[in-house]
């Protein structure tokens, strides 16, 4: 497997399709970081894994030696599309990026959070009626629809059909299920089509909206092109409603298997906020992120090729213990806990991380606010590779009173 195409012999170190259950997928991890941290894989035609955070943010803060335009995920889009800012490379990124940013400034979104805790509380309001309910598919990928809606400005009546294609088209995604791929992005792309031709007509204020900020933005004085404005947008509409069912569902199983703890922050909600950026490092979402190095790079003695994809596991690396002691115990105001890499690092750091944070504390602070009490009952599943997670857990919930 080289950039010319032809095999070469590596011995396979690890299989990530071996288990989808978050416990196992963990232990592996840490066998690798200890005996094996830069690792291999034939699985999804052959790519290597870093495992020890100093290695995965090195290379995330890398942009120059690891690239992003080649293969940004693993398993990838089985179409093999690009779309910006995250399948490009600086400086091709920098003005989507620049325009996206421009929308997600704290008074923005300040401004939003009225509006996304009445979703938050509408979306839960029947799962508290039923008693409970599957927290991850029915809050979890649910409410981040109404997030989306909301940043973008879209059409209040988008919200439940983004919710049903988006879902759609992740479990395709994992399954590389092209058709089903390739007709729920379709979908998602008329969304992104009609909006910029919307904007066209009826331009907002850029710091306020994202089409109409990407259609303001100048590079050497020209317009970005619009097929991929359409597909900054379109990459918006999903990138969104990925992670947060998988993060939801990790955090409320955790808060249901810990009732000490779920008891403490309902009574001391100031904790929230803290205690949730280090259910991000537990939880951390990605095992599949990837670069793809642009010269032979040699990392801990084992030689990587240009052409071969390599995840950044910022899933193990949240889970280093010679970065982060007793990584798989919750430990609530851990001194270097803003070292986390549930975000990424670098350029290609997620650009939505502090929309991310203001959905994880509403969503955390009216599911305990308005419940005395919830445990986890029944069935729960793991999310499938390029994720990691319960994409799926029953709660039994107690209202407050």
């Known amino acids: 497997m080289t950039q010319a195409g ?115 509380v509408d979306q839960l309001a029947p799962l508290l009626a039923a008693g409970g309910g599957d927290i991850a598919q029915e809050f979890g990928a649910r409410f981040p629809a109404w997030v989306t809606t909301e940043w973008l400005n879209l059409d209040p009546d988008l919200a439940p059909v983004l919710a049903r294609t988006a879902a759609r088209w992740v479990q395709a995604w994992r399954s590389q299920d092209r058709d089903v791929v390739n007709a729920m992005s379709e979908r998602m792309y008329r969304m992104a089509r009609d909006l910029v031709a919307d904007r066209r007509r009826s331009p907002r204020p850029v710091t306020e909206d ?21 597909g900054a947008l379109r990459q918006s509409l999903v990138v969104g409603m990925v992670a947060p069912p998988i993060v939801i569902g990790s955090i409320a199983l955790h808060l249901a298997e810990d009732q000490d703890l779920q008891q403490r922050l309902r009574a001391e909600p100031a904790l929230i906020p803290t205690a949730l950026e280090e259910f991000l490092r537990l939880y951390s979402p990605y095992r599949g992120f990837a670069r793809t190095a642009a010269t032979p790079v040699r990392i801990r003695g084992r030689e990587i090729l240009p052409g071969e994809p390599i995840t950044l596991t910022y899933a193990s690396a949240n889970r280093d213990a010679s970065v982060f002691p007793d990584p798989d115990t919750f430990v609530l105001e851990r001194d270097n806990i803003a070292d986390h890499l549930a975000f990424g690092r670098g350029r290609h750091r997620c650009p939505g991380a502090a929309m991310a944070r203001l959905m994880l504390r509403i969503a955390l602070e009216e599911l305990l606010g308005r419940t005395r009490s919830f445990t986890a009952e029944g069935r729960r599943e793991g999310a499938r590779m390029p994720e990691l997670g319960v994409v799926s857990v029953e709660l039994t919930l107690v209202p407050a009173d």
Request: aromatic letters at 6%; a negative charge; proline letters at 10%.
């Open 210 to 230: 994202p089409a109409s900020s990407l259609l303001a933005e100048r590079v050497d004085g020209e317009p970005l092109p619009e097929e991929h404005v359409v």
């Open 6 to 120: 032809v095999h070469r012999e590596i011995p396979e170190d690890f299989d990530p399709a071996g288990s989808d259950d978050p416990v196992e997928v963990h232990r592996m991890y840490r066998e690798l970081r200890d005996r094996c941290p830069v690792a291999f894989s034939e699985a999804h035609g052959g790519f290597w894994a870093l495992t020890r955070y100093e290695d995965v943010k090195a290379a995330a803060l890398d942009d120059t030696t690891f690239r992003s335009s080649v293969k940004a995920v693993v398993p990838s889009d089985p179409r093999g599309l690009r779309r910006p800012p995250l399948n490009f490379d600086a400086p091709d990124h920098k003005p989507f990026r620049h325009a996206l940013d421009a929308t997600l400034s704290r008074r923005r979104l300040q401004a939003l959070e009225p509006a996304l805790r009445r979703h938050a």
